[in-house]
């Protein structure tokens, strides 16, 4: 398949040495990739790991009409209050018929019901399996492994920044020395405080429940408190109790409309949602008729994510 | 499709109600149902939830003759020490060149490299979702959305019995009183010994190593230790210091072979493994290009064992 990347920070340099290293067995080609920073690079046979930079296209628009690509991979850098420019990339690609991935959460969060109904009306594929937990198996598992069962709710503690710090007030330190912390790790976010404050959280929540319980939200709508709604102290004196805080987010059903909340809450340190430790991420899934099932990603990076991207490029080309 | 039941228990039951209540969207029937209790039913409408019991077929092999399904789901009372018969019955079906789905981990632990050679050279689909953690899904995790990835090893809590009967020692209660537990919360298997000693564990961990790691072995070869290779006052001394003991089922490459132990191991209360509470289990895969990825199923059932049969059925249907 030919595939076209929009973008090229880390993760899209890990996806191409990930290709290159599956070319044997999975044989995609990068023919073609657009930056703002770089300029644009074609290659119809495949561009290698040092792309030949040329000028930049005029707009993604005509950099897609001259690659041509079968699939287009948005993974530019989000404005995560709007979900742009990614939206806008995304129905660019829809409008010329071609397949999209993306490793942005904000169209997922923001324009999930247009974008899919709009995928379906061009019969083309989306996916975006990155978008939530770093590319560890959440949306292509309930597609692919749970068939026929409805979700009725989720728990899950999503975002690593906040763990971070809040291990630190754990350990008497400020919010902003985990902060700082949190950014040494290269976890933080460009802007901490949207990982602070629980925007992040909350657009993984909205992600989730437009996804999987047809939930037509935003991360507007979502109830939200952030680590900046507790007593920084508190932490470490709950952490002497065998106790801790964890920014859950959550989704229910509640008088046939799916409610949605991100919140500090204090947990026992043996609760399921207290025991995932640095920067790793757990999900719940309230199910119908599988019962509770939990997902875990110990650690992720960007190399995660890149896989996410690859193995939702092999989906797609499954399903066409 | 057209579908046979060889065993017709609580897990029989469970998936008949199932395949009712989807009809509609899933339009799959049971045409026949065998068993050595009740005899042998056939209806190529659609058996209901009330079978008209004829006589018992002479042999598994004279009712799938007579049935002609598509599909053969084996769901007989196993001997774990064997895989027999549910081996054989796999093996009928296959001759008959029908696709076959089993909740039996026996055959995966003792014969799947045969069994899968089998099916591939009568290009049949074989399924077995149900065999380890009750129909959540792991082999179809990995099958479906893990393309390209290789399992380096695993570490899971994969027993409910030795669950409750570790937490009932940990109380300060004796191993009998702990069996005598689980055999009311209706989770020990009939003879409490196979999962007490680890055999039930070493089956899963067989079963895991040789569909997810090619390891072509067998419960014998699991390196095993049991509950009774335990103080049985340690887990409440361990208990009064914030650790407590799980069995673990791991595997693991050492010297281009995987190595398989079942073993008692004392964890901190906060360690992941340690924090599946009550009959849930958990397995964490590692994995070369997804990092490390956790499944839970938070108190499994007899329900979930059967959705694990269903979610087999729509994976083969959507398969050929």
């Given at each position: 398949m030919?595939?076209a990347?929009?973008g ?12 290159q290293?599956?070319?044997s067995?999975f ?6 990739i657009?930056?703002a ?11 290698g790991?040092?792309p030949?930079?040329?000028?930049a296209a ?16 948005e ?14 990339h995304i ?11 993306t ?12 974008l899919?109904?709009e ?9 975006f ?7 560890t ?7 692919n ?16 920044t ?10 008497g ?5 985990g902060i ?10 460009a ?6 404050d ?7 929540a909205?992600?989730l ?6 939930a ?10 952030g680590?900046r709604d507790?007593d920084?102290?508190?932490p ?5 109790a065998?106790k801790?805080i ?19 809450e ?6 399921l949602?207290?025991?995932v ?7 719940l899934?309230?199910?119908d008729l599988?019962?509770?099932?939990g ?9 995660q994510?890149a ?11 499954r399903?066409?």
């Open positions: 030919r595939v990347l929009i090229y920070g880390n993760v899209g340099k890990a996806f191409a040495r990930l290709l290293v599956k070319q067995t044989p995609f080609r990068i023919v073609a657009h930056t920073r770089h300029g644009t690079a074609y290659d119809s046979n495949g561009l790991l040092a030949p930079w040329g000028p005029a707009s993604v628009e005509a950099f897609l009409d001259e690659a041509q690509p079968e699939v287009a991979i993974i530019t850098t989000l404005n995560p209050e709007s979900g742009e420019p990614a939206i806008a129905r660019s690609a829809f409008a010329r018929n071609i397949h999209v991935i490793a942005n959460k904000g169209p997922i969060a923001h324009a999930y019901s247009s899919n109904a995928a379906r009306r061009r019969q083309v594929e989306f996916r399996e990155s978008t939530v937990m770093d590319g198996p959440i949306f292509s598992n309930v597609r492994n749970l068939p026929g069962v409805k979700i009725l709710g989720f728990r899950g503690v999503l975002n690593s906040s763990k971070v710090v809040l291990g630190a007030l754990q350990r330190l400020t919010l902003e020395e700082r912390e949190a950014q040494r790790m290269g976890v933080a976010e802007d901490p405080w949207y990982d602070i629980g925007w992040d959280s909350a657009a993984k909205a992600a429940a437009n996804v999987l319980m047809q037509q939200t935003n991360p507007q709508e979502v109830e939200r408190r680590l507790i920084p102290q508190e470490a004196r709950l952490a002497r065998g801790t964890q920014l859950v987010s959550s989704a229910e059903y509640t008088n046939g409309s799916v409610r949605l909340q991100v919140s500090p204090i947990l026992p340190n043996t609760d949602l207290a025991s430790a640095g920067t790793s991420n757990l999900l899934l309230y199910t599988m019962g509770t099932i997902t875990l990603s110990i650690d992720p990076g960007v190399e994510t896989y996410g991207l690859f193995s939702d490029l092999v989906d797609i080309a399903s066409v």
